[in-house]
């Protein structure tokens, strides 16, 4: 056990100060390998505090002061330091990651100070017999309220790391909401603008978002599948969910500048505005292989117009088992994102030769394989910044509960006012 705590102790050192070069050398250097090293012993450190954590219970040596003082801090991080970072602002993590290092280098002091010669602990601090029955039993007591709540961070920290993994770092989890993250890459004097989306969100996400689409020279490639052929069977609306929680759909979000063709790229605006051009670069739906669209009309038939989110979630799951096949799963995934990625990549040569930016504000699972065909273009990042899409603070949980228990089923729902087919979706519907 002294092996291990010492080699915590070192690690939640090291970690911190890896923490601060990476804060330090962000805003020149955004995608230094001191992040992954940072992140790394973030990773082996937790594990370790978990064992340290038991000690405390099996072994009576451990100090459990500077123990404690030190997991606290540890799980604390886990949480990205919540609520930091809305009190400091966006050095929160520089500020976090050096209170660690001054907590880390205490409890170094400390130990020192107990055995008088080390810094670290040291084989008489754990002279006799490291097991006792009350320690173990007092042990307990305490983790009857507090294991939940490591398990709990846990279990937040594993869905807030896949879900970045998933986006290659384009949506993040937060104690207080989810947020969208947009990455800028230049070359030159080239700029493309990396935005990622979400079906819903704040009025303010989106309200935010529109208004920093609006200088000229721009390019905007916007997402939204058309449907020329009429192929849905069920309206494809995510109002009736973003009601149910309070948001509002990307439906409605407009975006200002001129509506192009493909063939328009490049050619002056003949109102003579400074606004963007706007080009739908998105595929028809007839382009879908034909599972691919018996899987879109089942999700509309059954999770977008359910009456409720239980009822909808098991019909459409029972749909599934019967219907859906890893082959069909891989083709419509292969039609959902590879195929419409390959779409508005398509547009990058002409795009990048007429305008000097390049938005592309597209779902958020669509990004890693855009980033990838970005950066082998030579693009560098160059800055990246973050909204707020989804408050959990605000989020109407008595109305949400009632839906998925049945009572909100009780009551007929009123329809949303709007019922557009994919084509008119959040990006495809500029405004101007």
């Known amino acids: 056990m002294k092996q291990l705590a010492n080699l915590f102790l070192i690690l939640f050192l090291v970690a911190a100060s890896l923490g601060i070069g990476t804060e330090l050398l962000n805003p020149y250097w955004p995608d230094n390998p001191i992040a992954e090293l940072r992140d790394m012993a973030d990773l082996l450190a937790v594990l370790l505090a978990l064992l340290i954590y038991f000690g405390l219970g099996f072994n009576r040596h451990l100090p459990k002061l500077i123990f404690v003082s030190l997991l606290t ?19 929160y993590q520089l500020v976090a990651a050096c209170g660690q290092l001054l907590l880390g280098f205490l409890a170094l002091k400390l130990i020192q100070h107990s055995n008088g010669k080390s810094l670290l602990l040291v084989r008489s601090q754990f002279a006799g017999p490291g097991f006792s029955g009350g320690n173990f039993f007092r042990f307990c007591l305490l983790s009857i309220p507090l294991l939940p709540v490591v398990l709990l961070l846990l279990s937040y920290s594993a869905a807030g790391s896949l879900i970045e993994e998933y986006t290659a770092g384009f949506v993040r989890l937060k104690p207080n909401g989810l947020y969208m993250i947009e990455k ?105 292989d034909p599972r ?30 019967q219907n859906v096949t890893p082959e069909i799963n891989r083709i419509v995934m292969d039609d959902l994102l590879q195929k419409r990625n390959r779409a508005v990549l398509s547009y990058l040569p002409k795009g990048l030769q007429n305008y000097r930016t390049l938005v592309i504000p597209w779902g958020a699972l669509h990004m890693p394989g855009i980033e990838t065909a970005v950066k082998q273009r030579g693009f560098v990042l160059q800055d990246s910044r ?21 009572a909100a089923g009780k009551k007929p729902t009123k329809p949303p006012p709007h019922s557009p087919r994919p084509d008119s979706r959040s990006t495809s519907k500029p405004a101007g």
């Open 73 to 91: 801090y540890r799980f604390w991080g886990l949480l990205d330091s919540w609520p930091l970072e809305p009190l400091i602002g966006d050095k």
């Open 184 to 288: 800028i890459y230049v070359q030159g004097d080239k700029q493309i603008r990396l935005v990622s989306m979400i079906h819903m969100g704040r009025q303010d996400y989106y309200q935010e978002l529109s208004d920093s689409f609006n200088a000229g020279h721009t390019l905007l490639l916007a997402e939204g599948i058309s449907d020329t052929k009429g192929l849905l069977s069920d309206t494809f609306s995510y109002g009736k969910l973003a009601d149910l929680l309070g948001l509002t759909s990307q439906e409605q979000l407009s975006f200002p500048g001129r509506l192009i063709e493909a063939e328009q790229l490049g050619q002056p605006n003949p109102d003579g505005t400074g606004t963007p051009d706007i080009l739908r670069a998105d595929i028809d739906l007839q382009e879908f």
């Open 292 to 321: 691919t669209i018996e899987v879109l009309n089942a999700i509309g038939r059954y999770l977008l117009n359910s009456r409720s989110l239980r009822s909808g979630y098991q019909e459409f799951s029972d749909w599934a088992a």
């Open 386 to 406: 973050e909204r707020l899409s989804i408050d959990f603070l605000t989020l109407p949980y008595e109305q949400l509960w009632e839906n998925l228990t049945g």
